[in-house]
């Protein structure tokens, strides 16, 4: 990579991919936006000279499918959730500098301005392609207007995207057997002419592109089989009316991708117009030297890591720096349906009286940020439970309530060196977080400097030490240090609890403002006995509100029980939760190749250093064998010795974290659900 590391002088534009105006928010949405909030809150405490922009996406066949429905305007269909979505953001705390949306003026001049330029640069030429069309409407069928097959892997799909299937980004003409969305029957391809964009051109500088990419690794490397292949030029235009009219055609518009990352652009703009360039220079960031970080789901890494930069490129714009690219969320181990009221809602969250810095940290912190989380109250709970309110929480009150009954706030004494080394260490963390690109090293770094503060004070018990032994004020002002730089540690992750932590510690500054220096400034002086950060959930909530879920999930399947016409979304949905089966059969051989075999653990521990990773000793009969396996924090290690399991053992031999895996044992889901035999095969019997 030859990114210098963050800090850095150049203005940085962080965004997060763009919320399609077409329903209401659930918390799984979340935590993209929950992410790049608190990318930009590090980066910005860091001392990074940062904006952090979004808008809402309001062009597109799905609006306009959906407002037809309606009976109201695609304009204003799409402006209703585009309001929403600007209202709800701010109650989690998700502060954009500027949230425009793809429709506002700004946007469409700057998409025109930029389709100009690559026109003009010879990257726009038109060729005539087979269009859907529905000859009983006598209309023609963009996008989401027709369905068929996905050509590359065979699965139902919709025009522009086959996302039941491969994932991919399909062409106008591309899909197989297409039906029209409007009146059900066949389409017929007809021949029309159409605007494309040049990608092919540009396959080089994608390649290069791609090396300097920084970001998640599935956005760096995903995109290397699209661009690898031929890479197919990119139908830029669209036959309706709601959308961005393409410049010198009246009847046709342009492809939503188009104008929608040039959302980005313009709401940088916007951002340079209300505060002043001096202030943040839009054109600095996107037409000079800029550091662009795209935060985003995984299911869009295609359009932000080939179809933009190429566009930026070809446009003479800055290309991104960086891609973060989350995972999904599921909810019990499900994924969330809208359809059937299987979620968790945004506004109900709140309505529900939880504190906004809960969620952020939940879904900052369950896993890496490119992993699949799963959500259930249950983990909620027990995650607030013990993280926040037992490690955070107790830290900062019992030090604090300490520090103000026998001293009146911070004693008189010199920080001691260990402490600050212990500080600066977690500064370090968090400043490696950010240019690892992990929201969950950032909310880390604070939580693991907690936990110490907690074992400092249990290890010294200040509280049995006499009023006149220096010691007593040395540790206490050691602990209120620590206060100091877990409020400033923590704010990205839970602004709020930052805030009220910095009130009770009477510190000075404001601290969503403060650089992370501030966690080494001596804290204020005086201050009174503290209050709780956090407060525990009890059992019994969880209990209601599971109860609530499924009663209400039971509610929505009844009522499409009794409606024909849902039976078939109903079924989309089940399916939609489980990968489809591989397309590509292997032959018997191919299987045979596979020496998996009955193993018996004989003892499981974590490997140091490594959050996830175990150390197994697995008896396979013929011989013991070492295996690493991604299930530390899935299951109970100690439990694990005795367990039948299954293992492939004859895989290549892996170093991970420097430690030797020598076979790997079968597991079934995000979970890791360790396969076992039924009966009671010996270790060693092959498996066929
Ligand atoms: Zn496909």
Known sequence: MSHEDFPTDEPTVVTCGLPYANGDLHIGHLRTYVGGDIYSRALKRLGQDTAFVSGSDMHGTPVAVNAEEEGVTPEEFALRHHEQYEATFPKFDVEFD?????????????????????????????????????????????????????????EHARGDECDEGCGRHLEPGEIEDPVSAITGNPAEYHEREHEFFAVSDLQEYLSGFLDRLEGTSNAQNQPREWIEGELQDWCITRDMDWGVD?????????????????????????????????????EDAWRDEGEIVHIIGRDIIQHHTVFWPAMLHAAGYTEPRAVMASGFITLEGKGFSTSRNRAVWADEYLEEGFRPDLLRYYLATNGGFQQDVDFSWAKFRERVNNELVGTVGNFAYRSMLFAAREFGGTPDADLSDDVRERIEAAIDDFRAGVNDYSVRDIGESAVRLAQFGNEYIQKHEPWKLDDDDPEKAQVIRDCVQVATAVAVLFEPVTPEAAEHLWEDLNADGDVHAVGVEA???????????????????PEERVEELNEKLEARVAEATADDESDDSAADEDSDDAAADLEPIADERIGFEDFQDLDIRVGEILDAEGVEGADKLAKLTVDIGVEERQIVAG????????????????????????????????????????????????????PGTKIR
């Open 98 to 154: 500027n949230y425009g949306h793809t429709h506002d003026e700004t946007n469409v001049e700057t998409t025109r301005e930029i389709v100009r330029t690559l026109e003009e640069e010879g990257y726009v030429y038109e060729k005539e392609i087979p269009v859907a069309y529905d000859p009983e409407a006598d209309q023609w069928l963009p996008d989401r207007f027709v369905e068929g097959t996905c050509p590359y892997c065979g």
């Open 246 to 282: 393409y410049p010198g055609d009246e009847d046709l518009v342009l492809y939503v991708w188009v104008d929608a990352p040039i959302e980005y652009i313009s709401s940088t703009k916007q951002y340079t117009d209300r505060v002043g360039s001096d202030v943040f220079d839009w």
């Open 519 to 537: 966690a080494l400034d001596a804290p204020g002086g005086e201050f009174d006995e503290p209050t709780e950060l956090f407060e525990k959930i």
């Open 631 to 682: 299930i530390k924090q899935l299951h109970d290690l100690d439990s694990l010795p005795g367990t039948k399991i299954v293992v492939v053992a004859n895989l290549e031999k892996a170093e991970l974290f420097g430690v030797e895996s020598n076979g790997m044992l079968l597991a079934a889901g995000e979970q890791a659900d360790l396969l076992t035999t039924h009966g009671d095969a010996e």
